[in-house]
């Protein structure tokens, strides 16, 4: 089983920047596909980025592109997503994610560990 612990999550200003770390334990996830996700009020969860085993591919949603970076530090067993010019649309829990391949895709059936988030607020 792995577990993964997200933090680094707060109140911030419009214009700031944040990181998150997720950290994982109980087992190695240097060979897992790493996303990040999150959650605003009243809406569905969705896709933010994701960081292949290696640190050879990212992704990223449009709507973070260029201001959030994902990067992973495999000895540490920790991923992290910068987030620059934080906008109040940012506001949401921010979960991270682990799927046990080394592929580059988001399966929606492969089996899923999820961190329990961590609250990012953007004022404005």
């Known amino acids: 089983q792995v577990q993964l612990v997200e933090s680094g999550g707060g109140l911030v200003q419009a214009g700031g920047s944040l990181r998150l770390s997720c950290t994982a334990s109980?087992?190695?996830?240097?060979?897992?596909?790493m996303g990040w996700f999150r959650q605003a009020p009243g809406k569905e969860r969705e896709f933010v980025a994701r960081?292949?085993?290696?640190?050879?591919?990212?992704r990223y949603a449009d709507y973070v592109k260029g201001r959030f970076t994902v990067s992973r530090d495999n000895a540490k067993n920790t991923v992290y997503l910068q987030m620059n010019s934080l906008k109040p649309e940012d506001t949401a829990i921010y979960y991270c994610?682990?799927?046990?391949?080394?592929?580059?895709?988001?399966?929606?059936?492969?089996?899923?560990?999820w961190g329990q988030g961590t609250q990012v607020t953007v004022s404005s």
């Open positions: 960081i292949n085993w290696s640190d050879s591919f990212t």
């Open positions: 109980g087992r190695t996830v240097s060979s897992y596909l």
């Open positions: 994610a682990a799927q046990p391949h080394y592929g580059t895709i988001w399966s929606e059936t492969i089996n899923t560990y």
